[in-house]
């Protein structure tokens, strides 16, 4: 079969995820007929390097032998059993080695299917645990501007993009929001470190003024992957534990993107804290999925302590139990490549490998920081995001209509590279099976395309 022939199949009757289908008579989609490793593979036998990690989920790259045998042997085993009023073995495996590996504290793991379901978990079972325990007034949520957190309505509600959110107004509910800690944003000669300390005082305010009537504040820890990859010190999350603590306000870490070795430790939170507390903040629940079953399977997971698990415990009649479902809650497949991507963590000593591998796409980039039409390249971690705007001295982005981030990534597939952008900023989120030599092409290949998107 041609690309063509597949993809003249797809339009006939697919419609694609954040998508404009009308794009697809200028760039319909590519066809991809198998993986392996970092690559993936089209119908005619083009290739291209998986470098956004196929929306920041796969990890340990395309057909991993070590995932794939454990997902076959429990294939042969358990397919699937519903997790109310049963159990089986990968839960509670995965349960117990999630409850060592998270911040301590967090004691209890709850299963759902997607990151979005894992964030609306945590909303209702914060909100719930607040009426449990005598405290109806409390109904409001506290988000960070430019912060993204899914697109059910509840997730929606909490993020603060506009591209997602704005249609969907009416129907969601109507959270505050502090200023985001976002570094791009700091003034000339202004560390992260300061810039973020500064900008905690919007946060500050918020919840001196409204906890009494708040729930939980949720942020995604050092970096706002939706939000145009944008970036910010730890130090804001220290803080911001210190405050929801002292303010009676829960605090929830949405680690769906960033979690499992993303930004240089195996959870973003363990980078926050003050010396002397070496493992980070811990908060009161931390919602987890992408990279969790290493992109092979839905499943994703929220976190929390026992003292929340504890407000629920009680008598069937007083009603208070955590009702809240999935049919595919706990879905022993999935489980088990969660657990081969955790025994993949351990095996190679992949966060330290990471960190070499980091250094490597810094100098891949390297020479962009000085490109006139550059206004920075940032970079937490495993990923590395480049910001095209017009005018480097006043970071004045070009008009979002003009699209300069699609030229960079069609020149790129010519290249063998996947580059999908976020508007004009151009990032890399590979798969941690990537090459040295590999991440130097990816540098090239961006060089180019950026050349030849600004100069249009």
């Not at 139990?321 to 963590?345: I, K, M, Q, R, V």
């Amino acid at each position: 079969m041609s690309n063509a022939d597949m993809v003249a199949r797809d339009l006939q009757v697919v419609w694609h995820p954040c998508t404009q289908m009308k794009d697809t008579e200028r760039m319909p989609p590519i066809p991809i007929k198998r993986g392996e490793g970092v690559w993936l593979e089209d119908f005619e036998g083009n290739r291209y390097i998986d470098a956004v990690s196929s929306w920041w989920v796969n990890i340990f790259g395309h057909a991993n032998p070590a995932i794939n045998d454990r997902i076959k042997t429990q294939l042969d085993t358990l397919e699937h059993v519903m997790l109310a009023g049963f159990s089986h073995e990968p839960a509670v495996e995965l349960a117990e080695r999630l409850v060592k590996a998270t911040p301590a504290g967090l004691t209890r793991a709850f299963y759902a299917d997607n990151g979005s379901a894992a964030v609306e978990v945590a909303l209702k079972m914060s909100f719930h645990y607040w009426r449990n325990t005598g405290h109806g007034e409390k109904t409001r949520f506290i988000n960070l501007s430019n912060s993204y957190h899914g697109e059910t309505l509840g997730a929606l509600a909490v993020g603060d993009v506009d591209l997602y959110k704005k249609t969907y107004e009416p129907l969601l509910l109507k959270p505050l929001t502090a200023r985001s800690p976002d570094c791009y944003e700091r003034e000339p000669g202004v560390s992260w470190e300061e810039h973020s300390r500064a900008v905690f005082a919007d946060m500050e305010a918020l919840l001196a003024e409204y906890a009494h009537e708040t729930c939980a504040v949720i942020v995604e820890p050092l970096l706002q992957c939706a939000g145009h990859m944008r970036m910010y010190h730890p130090v804001y999350l220290e803080l911001l534990r210190e405050a929801c603590t002292r303010h009676g306000v829960h605090l929830i870490a949405d680690e769906i993107a960033v979690g499992f070795g993303r930004t240089g430790t195996l959870f973003a939170c363990e980078q926050a804290g003050p010396e002397g507390q070496p493992n980070g903040i811990s908060p009161d629940f931390m919602c987890l999925s992408k990279g969790l079953t290493a992109g092979y399977l839905p499943l994703s997971v929220t976190m929390t302590t026992e003292d929340i698990y504890q407000a629920f415990y009680d008598d069937y009649a007083n009603l208070s139990a955590f009702l809240h479902s999935h049919s595919y809650t706990g879905n022993p497949l999935a489980c088990a490549a969660a657990l081969a991507t955790l025994d993949e963590f351990e095996r190679l000593d992949q966060v330290n490998v990471n960190r070499r591998l980091a250094q490597h796409m810094a100098d891949a980039v390297a020479p962009l920081k000085d490109h006139p039409n550059v206004g920075e390249v940032r970079q937490t971690g495993m990923v590395l995001a480049i910001e095209m705007v017009r005018d480097k001295a006043t970071k004045t982005p070009f008009d979002w209509r003009e699209r300069r981030g699609i030229e960079v990534y069609r020149h790129a597939l010519t290249q063998g590279a996947l580059l999908r952008p976020l508007g004009d900023v151009i990032y890399f989120m590979p798969p941690y099976v990537i090459t040295p030599e590999q991440i130097a092409h990816l540098g090239q290949v961006a060089a180019e395309g950026i050349e030849r998107a600004v100069s249009t």
